[in-house]
């Protein structure tokens, strides 16, 4: 009797035990292969933020801390270049639930035929009767790309294991090759067990990880369209009509004016959820140019919404999108010119505004705001600027082109050339001294090659001749002179004396 007892108390306290590690979250030690685990029924438990945590302030989005998000483990990324913004325990192993399918879909995408057709079957309709479905039915035949946006928009366990079976011909074989795909995108907390997200105990991950695989499924760019698809038009196949899919939970997408969890620089991406697994969100948003990623694992119902609207407030509030336009304008060039009006307020200073040429490509710079300024005090040291006029000389006209500045990515994408132009007008000084090139210009715009004639001109004409004169006339009287001064020094002849 007592042994009964006994027995009966550890098996309470196991069950204690598991459930107060489902209930937060945390993954249990892994079965043995030759160990069943029989697990009790376990209750979601919503979590609360702590009686010590500031009160959020949207106006201030960028004094967000970890404790004002009800998510137990979070994280925010920039897309582009995958740098981590903001993050709540990312690390912590965490059970993915239904975002699982964002590994399955992006694989259903980047390794199966778009264009062939597939049959449900009863291996992939074989799914616990309370879980989600798409609908399809046994012996139902879709086209596989149909079946990866009606997987992701009405996450649909059947779905998701038609998927795997159609890449790999198993659900096994498929997680094996999504824990391949999952190391080579740098994940090292993460393992699957199946195509769905449905509850086993080897089938986790971590939110750094989540946001890894989510990165790389929104570079491509049919992912892209399915993640911010909110409804979708099925045709129809050999057993149903056409007809209307609606997202069954992704409120962020839902415009509808009801709808307060809305928000419009969502861009998708996909939900989760069960006992074990909490709320889930892995979310992508845009605005202005910057692109994020973030993912909340074990919140609340409402909470996914607004611990993801808080992430990724708070990362647009860090990050900007910028051109290189925007960066030369933070520095502009500005230049000296001469001959110009005394009048003029800015003392000849021209600054050379920059304009797109027709064929000009778009290019943005994502960075925070302190990597900006940084980056156009630098500018000059990433672009070439080269000068189409010899110099500066007045007149100028605003508008007119002065050169150009090629900008050269730093991710090793083609050059980029803008024009640059005179901002302002600046008159040129009544008394300045043409240029050399003002001279020959004006030379070579005369019809007569010869100048007209004029006092001043026949002046200049004869006052070589003249000065020519002058010098002979010179001479010659020097040399006459000369030459009486030799007859003066003669001894005279006699004239009073007679010889015979």
């Known amino acids: 009797m007592r042994k009964?007892?006994?027995?009966?108390?550890?098996?309470?306290?196991?069950?204690?035990?598991?459930?107060?590690?489902?209930?937060?979250?945390?993954?249990?030690?892994?079965?043995?292969?030759?160990?069943?685990?029989?697990?009790?029924?376990?209750?979601?438990?919503?979590?609360?933020?702590?009686?010590?945590?500031?009160?959020?302030?949207?106006t201030h989005p960028e004094n967000l801390t970890e404790d004002q998000l009800y998510a137990k483990s979070a994280i925010l990324i920039e897309a582009s270049t995958g740098e981590v913004i903001f993050e709540k325990n990312a690390d912590q192993s965490m059970y993915p639930a239904s975002t699982t399918k964002i590994m399955t879909a992006?694989?259903?995408?980047?390794?199966?035929?778009?264009?062939?057709?597939?049959?449900?079957?009863?291996?992939?309709?074989?799914?616990?009767?309370?879980?989600?479905?798409?609908?399809?039915?046994?012996?139902?035949?879709?086209?596989?790309?149909?079946?990866?946006?009606?997987?992701?928009?009405?996450?649909?366990?059947?779905?998701?294991?038609?998927?795997?079976?159609?890449?790999?011909?198993?659900v096994n074989d498929f997680a094996e090759l999504m824990n391949q795909t999952a190391l080579s995108l740098g994940c090292t907390g993460t393992h699957f067990a199946n195509a769905n997200g449905l509850h086993d105990d080897n089938h986790y991950t971590t939110a750094r990880d989540m946001a890894k695989i989510a990165r790389a499924a929104m570079e491509n760019e049919t992912f892209q369209s399915i993640a911010k698809t909110y409804t979708y038009s099925l045709p129809k196949s050999n057993l149903q009509r056409s007809r209307v899919l609606i997202g069954n939970s992704d409120n962020w997408l839902n415009g509808s004016q009801d709808n307060t969890y809305y928000?419009?620089?969502?861009?998708?991406?996909?939900?989760?959820?069960?006992?074990?697994?909490?709320?889930?969100?892995?979310?992508?948003a845009e605005k202005d140019g910057v692109k994020l990623i973030s993912v909340?694992?074990?919140?609340?119902?409402?909470?996914?919404w607004t611990d993801s609207k808080k992430l990724m407030e708070y990362g647009f509030s860090q990050f900007e999108s910028v051109t290189p336009i925007d960066l030369y304008n933070l520095n502009p060039t500005v230049v000296q010119t001469t001959g110009y009006s005394m009048e003029d307020d800015d003392i000849g200073r021209l600054q050379l505004d920059i304009e797109p040429m027709s064929d000009t490509r778009t290019v943005n710079i994502v960075a925070t705001k302190t990597e900006v300024e940084s980056i156009a005090r630098n500018l000059k040291q990433a672009v070439?600027?080269?000068?189409?006029?010899?110099?500066?000389?007045?007149?100028?006209?605003?508008?007119?082109?002065?050169?150009?500045?090629t900008y050269y990515p730093s991710d090793g994408g083609s050059a980029i050339t803008y024009q640059l132009v005179a901002g302002r007008s600046i008159a040129r000084r009544e008394n300045a001294p043409k240029s050399i090139e003002e001279i020959e210009a004006a030379t070579y715009a005369d019809p007569n090659p010869f100048p007209p004639l004029s006092v001043e001109m026949a002046i200049v004409l004869l006052l070589p001749f003249v000065a020519l004169f002058g010098l002979i006339r010179l001479l010659m009287r020097i040399f006459h002179k000369g030459n009486r001064r030799g007859k003066k020094s003669r001894i005279p002849k006699p004239n009073n004396r007679y010889f015979r």
């Open 4 to 58: 009964a007892f006994v027995r009966l108390v550890a098996v309470l306290a196991a069950i204690v035990m598991m459930m107060a590690g489902f209930a937060y979250g945390a993954p249990m030690a892994l079965a043995t292969d030759t160990q069943q685990v029989v697990e009790p029924d376990v209750k979601y438990i919503a979590p609360t933020l702590s009686s010590d945590a500031p009160a959020y302030d949207e």
């Open 296 to 304: 909340v694992f074990y919140t609340t119902k409402s909470g996914r």
């Open 106 to 170: 992006y694989l259903g995408l980047t390794m199966g035929d778009m264009n062939a057709t597939v049959t449900m079957d009863d291996i992939s309709a074989n799914i616990p009767s309370d879980s989600s479905t798409i609908p399809l039915s046994i012996g139902e035949t879709i086209n596989f790309q149909d079946l990866i946006y009606a997987t992701m928009l009405r996450s649909g366990n059947e779905g998701a294991n038609l998927i795997a079976e159609t890449i790999s011909g198993n």
């Open 384 to 405: 070439l600027i080269e000068y189409s006029r010899e110099n500066f000389a007045t007149p100028i006209t605003k508008g007119e082109v002065f050169g150009t500045m």
């Open 263 to 284: 928000y419009p620089y969502a861009t998708g991406i996909k939900t989760g959820y069960h006992a074990r697994a909490g709320y889930c969100y892995v979310g992508s």
